[in-house]
């Protein structure tokens, strides 16, 4: 088992950044694969980066590449995600997400899922 926290969620206009940061408890961080799935009001939720175990993988979805970066650090069981160049339609619930398993990017690959945090981009 795994307890996933999120934290730095928030208002901010568009064109501007937030860092967004998970931390976990309970079985060692290193043996899950992380990520970040978002859900704005009225829609599904959708996939937005995850990163392997090791870290050596990452995945994005194309509508925050280059725009969004995972990391991790396991020496402080947290992982981040960095949101720069912000837009309106990046507004939703972030929840953070943990699996025993591969990295991937379908929410059923993921068994842990944090509460969520919410980011709103202003015009």
């Known amino acids: 088992q795994v307890q996933l926290v999120e934290s730095g969620g928030g208002l901010v206009q568009a064109g501007g950044s937030l860092r967004l940061s998970c931390a976990a408890s309970?079985?060692?961080?290193?043996?899950?694969?992380m990520g970040w799935f978002r859900q704005a009001p009225g829609k599904e939720r959708e996939f937005v980066a995850a990163?392997?175990?090791?870290?050596?993988?990452?995945l994005y979805a194309a509508s925050v590449k280059g725009r969004f970066t995972i990391s991790r650090d396991n020496a402080r069981n947290t992982v981040y995600l960095q949101m720069n160049s912000l837009k309106p339609e990046d507004t939703a619930v972030y929840s953070c997400?943990?699996?025993?398993?591969?990295?991937?990017?379908?929410?059923?690959?993921?068994?842990?899922w944090g509460q969520g945090t919410q980011v709103t981009v202003s015009s």
């Open positions: 990163m392997s175990m090791s870290g050596a993988s990452t």
């Open positions: 997400v943990a699996s025993d398993r591969t990295v991937a990017t379908t929410a059923r690959s993921y068994d842990y």
């Open positions: 309970g079985r060692t961080f290193s043996s899950y694969a």
